[in-house]
C-alpha cells in the first residue's frame, strides 16, 4: 500500500499593485486635457457656438428690445414661458452659452499655443534630410548629365534659391556606386512656411476676437431712450429707457456726455417704404456748449469710445390742458410707441399728475395717433406713414395714477390695474385733428395742439471694438495665408552615371495644400535640365590630364639613334 501526498494549491499570482489614487487622477485629467486641446475638438466647440447663436437670431432678446419679448410672450402663452427657462431670450448671457464660449477658449489656448511654439522653433531649423528612397515621393524623377557631380548639385541649389526655397546641402554617408539608392550628397529645400503661419494666425485671431467679445461684454454697457425734438438726454442710466451693462463697470465709468435733439427726418418712397432717417444733434460734456453734427441709421456718432445710433423714430402728439382756476399746460409731448411700421399708427399716454386736487384727482391720457388720419366704421385708423392729415383719438382718464406706489409702470401706458379697480375712470374720449378740442364734464378742455417727432437713440460704449476689428482683419488674412499658400519640399541627390561617366541628378517633390501637382513638379524638372545643359555646354572638356615632373628636375630627352 502506498501513499500519495495530497495534491499541492496552485500558486496564484500576485496581483499588480494598485497605482496611487493621486496618479490615477492625474492620468485622466491629462487625458481630458489632451481631448480638450485637440484640434478637432476646437472646431466642435466652434461649430456648437453658431449653432448656440441661432435662437439669438430667431427669438427676441431682452437685451434689445424688451417690448418684442412681452409681445411673444403675448402671442405665444404656452411656448414662451418654456423658452425662457431655457434661457431662450437671453441666449448670449445664458450659462451654457458662456459654458461652450469658455470651453472654447481654453480649448484654442491650448491648441494653438504649443503649435505656435513649434512653428517657431521649425521656421529656425534647418530643411529636413532628404528621404533614403526619393522614387517614393509623390513626385519623382531623374536627369542625366554629363557634369560632374558637385557641379550638378551646384545647379540644382541655384534654381531651387531662384524660385526661393530654403535651401540645405548636405554630404552623402559614403561613397556610393552607380544605381545605388543610399544616400549620396544631397540638396534639401522647403518654402511655404507662410501656409503654417496663416494657420497659426487665423487660429490666434479666433483667440483675440473671443477677448475682445469677452472685454467688450464685462467693460461694456449700452442704454436706450427716445428723445422729442428739442428734448435732450445725458449718459446716465437713470435716464435711460431701458440699458444693460457688463458686470465690471461702475456709474463712475460713464462718460461725460449729452446729446440735444434738434431736428429728426424722415423720408419715405412712393410706395411708403422708408427711405432714410436722420437726426440733427448736438452734442457735448455736460455744460459745454454743444457740436452740431447729423447722424443717421447707419451712421452714428463715434466720440471718445461712445457711438450713438438712431435705431428708430415715431410721434409725439403735443396736448394743451386747461383746468379751471389753474394755469394751462400749453404743448405738452408724449412720445406714441409705433404699432403698426407700415403706417406708423401709434400707441401711447400722457399722465399729468400735478393737474388735480390731490393724488385721487389726477388726469391722465391714452390715445392712438394716426399720421394721416381717416375713420372706418367710426374707429381712427391710419392709411400712409408720413404725417398728411396727423389724427388723434384721446381717451380721459381722472383718478389716481399709481405713481406713488412703488410699484415699476410704464411711462407709455396706463396701469390698467387701476383702471380695473375703478381707481382710474374715463371721464372723456374724442377724436381731434390739429386745433381741435374736447371738454370734459369739470369744464377741463384738452386740445390737440400738433405734434412733433421722436427718435430712437442708443449709446453704446464697447471698449473691445478695435480689437475685435484688427482680429478680424487678422483673421482673414490668415484664412488667405492657409487657402492660397502650398508648402513644398524638394529634394535633390547625385550618383554616378550607371557606366561611370556623367551624373545622375535624382528629385523628389512632396506637396501639401494642393491636388494638382504634377505641372510644377514637370516645369521644376525642364528648367532643371534646361540648366544642366546650359552649365554643361559652358563647362570646357578638362583634356587628359598632365604628365608631373620629376624630383630631380626635368626628364632627360631620349636620344634617337640615326637611321
Request: hydrophobic fraction near 40%.
Given at each position: 500500500?502506498?501513499?500519495?501526498?495530497?495534491?499541492?494549491?496552485?500558486?496564484?499570482?500576485?496581483?499588480?499593485?494598485?497605482?496611487?489614487?493621486?496618479?490615477?487622477v492625474t492620468g485622466r485629467l491629462l487625458r481630458w486635457w489632451r481631448q480638450l486641446t485637440a484640434m478637432r475638438t476646437a472646431l466642435m466647440l466652434l461649430f456648437l457656438l453658431a449653432v448656440a447663436a441661432i435662437p439669438g437670431s430667431l427669438?427676441?432678446?431682452?437685451?434689445?428690445?424688451?417690448?418684442?419679448?412681452?409681445?411673444?410672450?403675448?402671442?405665444?402663452?404656452?411656448?414662451?414661458?418654456?423658452?425662457?427657462?431655457?434661457?431662450?431670450?437671453?441666449?448670449?448671457?445664458?450659462?451654457?452659452?458662456?459654458?461652450?464660449?469658455?470651453?472654447?477658449?481654453?480649448?484654442?489656448?491650448?491648441?494653438?499655443?504649443?503649435?505656435?511654439?513649434?512653428?517657431?522653433?521649425?521656421?529656425?531649423?534647418?530643411?529636413?534630410?532628404?528621404?533614403?528612397?526619393?522614387?517614393?515621393?509623390?513626385?519623382?524623377?531623374?536627369?542625366?548629365?554629363?557634369?560632374?557631380?558637385?557641379?550638378?548639385?551646384?545647379?540644382?541649389?541655384?534654381?531651387?534659391?531662384?524660385?526661393?526655397?530654403?535651401?540645405?546641402?548636405?554630404?552623402?554617408?559614403?561613397?556610393?556606386?552607380?544605381?545605388?539608392?543610399?544616400?549620396?550628397?544631397?540638396?534639401?529645400?522647403?518654402?511655404?512656411?507662410?501656409?503654417?503661419?496663416?494657420?497659426?494666425?487665423?487660429?490666434?485671431?479666433?483667440?483675440?476676437?473671443?477677448?475682445?467679445?469677452?472685454?467688450?461684454?464685462?467693460?461694456?454697457?449700452?442704454?436706450?431712450?427716445?428723445?422729442?425734438?428739442?428734448?435732450?438726454?445725458?449718459?446716465?442710466?437713470?435716464?435711460?429707457?431701458?440699458?444693460?451693462?457688463?458686470?465690471?463697470?461702475?456709474?463712475?465709468?460713464?462718460?461725460?456726455?449729452?446729446?440735444?435733439?434738434?431736428?429728426?427726418?424722415?423720408?419715405?418712397?412712393?410706395?411708403?417704404?422708408?427711405?432714410?432717417?436722420?437726426?440733427?444733434?448736438?452734442?457735448?460734456?455736460?455744460?459745454?456748449?454743444?457740436?452740431?453734427?447729423?447722424?443717421?441709421?447707419?451712421?452714428?456718432?463715434?466720440?471718445?469710445?461712445?457711438?450713438?445710433?438712431?435705431?428708430?423714430?415715431?410721434?409725439?402728439?403735443?396736448?394743451?390742458?386747461?383746468?379751471?382756476?389753474?394755469?394751462?399746460?400749453?404743448?405738452?409731448?408724449?412720445?406714441?410707441?409705433?404699432?403698426?411700421?407700415?403706417?406708423?399708427?401709434?400707441?401711447?399716454?400722457?399722465?399729468?399728475?400735478?393737474?388735480?386736487?390731490?393724488?385721487?384727482?389726477?388726469?391722465?391720457?391714452?390715445?392712438?395717433?394716426?399720421?394721416?388720419?381717416?375713420?372706418?366704421?367710426?374707429?381712427?385708423?391710419?392709411?400712409?406713414?408720413?404725417?398728411?392729415?396727423?389724427?388723434?383719438?384721446?381717451?380721459?382718464?381722472?383718478?389716481?395714477?399709481?405713481?406713488?406706489?412703488?410699484?415699476?409702470?410704464?411711462?407709455?401706458?396706463?396701469?390698467?390695474?387701476?383702471?380695473?379697480?375703478?381707481?382710474?375712470?374715463?371721464?372723456?374720449?374724442?377724436?381731434?385733428?390739429?386745433?381741435?378740442?374736447?371738454?370734459?364734464?369739470?369744464?377741463?378742455?384738452?386740445?390737440?395742439?400738433?405734434?412733433?417727432?421722436?427718435?430712437?437713440?442708443?449709446?453704446?460704449?464697447?471698449?473691445?471694438?478695435?480689437?475685435?476689428?484688427?482680429?478680424?482683419?487678422?483673421?482673414?488674412?490668415?484664412?488667405?495665408?492657409?487657402?492660397?499658400?502650398?508648402?513644398?519640399?524638394?529634394?535633390?541627390?547625385?550618383?554616378?552615371?550607371?557606366?561611370?561617366?556623367?551624373?545622375?541628378?535624382?528629385?523628389?517633390?512632396?506637396?501639401?495644400?494642393?491636388?494638382?501637382?504634377?505641372?510644377?513638379?514637370?516645369?521644376?524638372?525642364?528648367?532643371?535640365?534646361?540648366?544642366?545643359?546650359?552649365?554643361?555646354?559652358?563647362?570646357?572638356?578638362?583634356?587628359?590630364?598632365?604628365?608631373?615632373?620629376?624630383?630631380?628636375?626635368?626628364?632627360?630627352?631620349?636620344?634617337?639613334?640615326?637611321?
Amino acid at each position: 500500500m502506498s501513499l500519495t501526498a495530497p495534491p499541492r494549491p496552485e500558486a496564484q499570482p500576485t496581483p499588480p499593485p494598485r497605482p496611487p489614487l493621486h496618479r490615477l487622477v492625474t492620468g485622466r485629467l491629462l487625458r481630458w486635457w489632451r481631448q480638450l486641446t485637440a484640434m478637432r475638438t476646437a472646431l466642435m466647440l466652434l461649430f456648437l457656438l453658431a449653432v448656440a447663436a441661432i435662437p439669438g437670431s430667431l427669438l427676441p432678446q431682452r437685451s434689445l428690445s424688451q417690448a418684442s419679448v412681452n409681445r411673444y410672450f403675448a402671442e405665444h402663452p404656452t411656448l414662451a414661458p418654456v423658452l425662457d427657462r431655457l434661457y431662450a431670450f437671453d441666449v448670449f448671457s445664458s450659462p451654457w452659452f458662456a459654458a461652450i464660449y469658455l470651453l472654447l477658449f481654453i480649448s484654442l489656448i491650448g491648441c494653438v499655443l504649443p503649435r505656435a511654439a513649434e512653428h517657431a522653433r521649425a521656421s529656425l531649423a534647418p530643411p529636413p534630410v532628404a528621404p533614403r528612397h526619393l522614387h517614393r515621393l509623390p513626385e519623382s524623377g531623374e536627369i542625366v548629365t554629363s557634369l560632374a557631380p558637385d557641379l550638378a548639385l551646384d545647379v540644382a541649389e541655384e534654381e531651387l534659391r531662384v524660385r526661393r526655397y530654403r535651401v540645405a546641402r548636405r554630404e552623402g554617408r559614403g561613397a556610393h556606386s552607380a544605381g545605388s539608392s543610399g544616400n549620396g550628397p544631397e540638396v534639401s529645400a522647403e518654402k511655404g512656411f507662410l501656409r503654417e503661419t496663416g494657420n497659426l494666425l487665423f487660429h490666434l485671431s479666433l483667440l483675440a476676437l473671443l477677448l475682445g467679445l469677452a472685454g467688450g461684454k464685462l467693460w461694456g454697457y449700452e442704454g436706450s431712450i427716445l428723445v422729442t425734438e428739442g428734448q435732450g438726454f445725458c449718459n446716465s442710466f437713470q435716464q435711460y429707457d431701458t440699458y444693460s451693462t457688463g458686470p465690471l463697470v461702475e456709474t463712475s465709468d460713464l462718460s461725460p456726455l449729452c446729446v440735444d435733439l434738434t431736428d429728426f427726418r424722415a423720408e419715405y418712397e412712393q410706395d411708403r417704404t422708408a427711405a432714410s432717417f436722420t437726426a440733427d444733434i448736438e452734442y457735448g460734456p455736460p455744460g459745454a456748449e454743444g457740436r452740431a453734427t447729423t447722424i443717421g441709421v447707419n451712421d452714428p456718432l463715434r466720440t471718445g469710445g461712445d457711438r450713438v445710433y438712431v435705431t428708430g423714430h415715431g410721434f409725439s402728439p403735443c396736448f394743451t390742458v386747461t383746468v379751471p382756476g389753474n394755469e394751462p399746460f400749453t404743448d405738452i409731448c408724449a412720445p406714441f410707441l409705433p404699432a403698426d411700421l407700415s403706417t406708423m399708427a401709434s400707441e401711447g399716454a400722457l399722465k399729468l399728475p400735478d393737474l388735480g386736487a390731490g393724488a385721487t384727482d389726477q388726469l391722465a391720457l391714452q390715445g392712438f395717433f394716426a399720421p394721416t388720419g381717416v375713420l372706418q366704421g367710426g374707429v381712427l385708423t391710419s392709411v400712409d406713414p408720413r404725417p398728411l392729415d396727423p389724427q388723434v383719438a384721446v381717451f380721459v382718464y381722472r383718478g389716481y395714477l399709481g405713481l406713488d406706489s412703488g410699484l415699476p409702470q410704464s411711462v407709455y401706458s396706463l396701469d390698467q390695474t387701476q383702471i380695473d379697480r375703478e381707481r382710474l375712470n374715463r371721464v372723456g374720449a374724442a377724436n381731434l385733428s390739429v386745433g381741435e378740442s374736447t371738454t370734459l364734464p369739470d369744464g377741463t378742455v384738452v386740445a390737440f395742439s400738433g405734434y412733433k417727432e421722436f427718435a430712437a437713440l442708443q449709446l453704446s460704449h464697447d471698449p473691445g471694438q478695435l480689437w475685435v476689428l484688427g482680429s478680424s482683419i487678422a483673421l482673414l488674412a490668415g484664412l488667405l495665408g492657409m487657402l492660397l499658400v502650398r508648402r513644398e519640399r524638394v529634394f535633390a541627390r547625385v550618383r554616378p552615371g550607371p557606366d561611370g561617366g556623367g551624373t545622375v541628378l535624382s528629385i523628389g517633390s512632396l506637396t501639401r495644400g494642393s491636388a494638382d501637382t504634377g505641372p510644377r513638379f514637370t516645369a521644376l524638372t525642364d528648367e532643371l535640365r534646361a540648366a544642366l545643359s546650359a552649365r554643361a555646354d559652358r563647362t570646357p572638356d578638362p583634356g587628359p590630364a598632365p604628365v608631373a615632373p620629376s624630383a630631380d628636375g626635368p626628364a632627360p630627352e631620349k636620344e634617337i639613334p640615326p637611321s
